[in-house]
C-alpha cells in the first residue's frame, strides 16, 4: 500500500517536472528568494548570509551542472531537495528536508510540494552557468 502511494508521488513528480514553462522559472525563482537564498545566496553562488553559521557550507548552485551535467537530472535534483528519501537513508544533514516543511505549511499539500520543488529545479536550470553536455550522468567530483 506504501509502495504504492509512493510510486503515485514519483509518477505525479515526473510529470510536473517534465512540463516545464517559463512561469514555472519565474516562480522557482521567487520560491527561491523566499525559501534558499539566506543560506545559497541571491544569485544562488553559495554566500547567503546564513553561509558563515554553517558547519557545511552551502553548494554554490550555479555550478550544480559541472558535477550532474547539463541539462540537470531533474528528478535527482528533486529528491535532494524534498530530502525525505535522502535523511531516511543517510541520517540528518545541514540542508533542511523541504519536502517535510514544504508539506506542513497552512496551504501545503503533497501535490503543492512536489510542484513548487519542480518549479525550483527549473529555475536552477536556468542560473547553470556551465555549457551543455552530452549527458546528464552523475560525474563524481574530483
Ligand atoms: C539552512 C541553509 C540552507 C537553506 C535554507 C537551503 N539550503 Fe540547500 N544546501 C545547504 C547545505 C549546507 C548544502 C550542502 C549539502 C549538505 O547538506 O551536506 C546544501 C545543498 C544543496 C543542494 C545540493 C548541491 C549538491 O552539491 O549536490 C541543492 C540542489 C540545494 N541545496 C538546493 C536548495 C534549495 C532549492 C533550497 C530552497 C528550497 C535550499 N537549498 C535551501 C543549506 C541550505
Redesign the pocket.
Known amino acids: 500500500m506504501k509502495k504504492g502511494i509512493l510510486g503515485l508521488v514519483g509518477s505525479l513528480l515526473i510529470a510536473t517536472v517534465t512540463s516545464v514553462a517559463a512561469g514555472d522559472v519565474a516562480q522557482g525563482r521567487a520560491?527561491?528568494l523566499q525559501?534558499?537564498a539566506?543560506?545559497?545566496g541571491l544569485t544562488g553562488d553559495g554566500n547567503g548570509p546564513?553561509a558563515r553559521i554553517?558547519t557545511?557550507?552551502?553548494?554554490n548552485?550555479r555550478r550544480?551542472s559541472e558535477?550532474y551535467g547539463n541539462p540537470l537530472p531533474e528528478k535527482q535534483?528533486a529528491q535532494?531537495?524534498d530530502g525525505r528519501a535522502e535523511v531516511e537513508a543517510h541520517g540528518p544533514?545541514?540542508?533542511?528536508v523541504?519536502g517535510d516543511r514544504l508539506s506542513a505549511e497552512p496551504t501545503g499539500s503533497e501535490r503543492k510540494t512536489q510542484e513548487l520543488i519542480a518549479k525550483?529545479v527549473a529555475y536552477?536550470q536556468s542560473i547553470q552557468t556551465g555549457p551543455r553536455t552530452a549527458s546528464s550522468r552523475v560525474r563524481k567530483s574530483a
Open positions: 520560491a527561491y525559501y534558499c539566506s543560506c545559497h546564513m554553517l557545511t557550507p552551502p553548494a548552485l550544480l558535477r535534483i535532494f531537495i544533514r545541514d540542508m533542511p523541504w525550483l536552477l
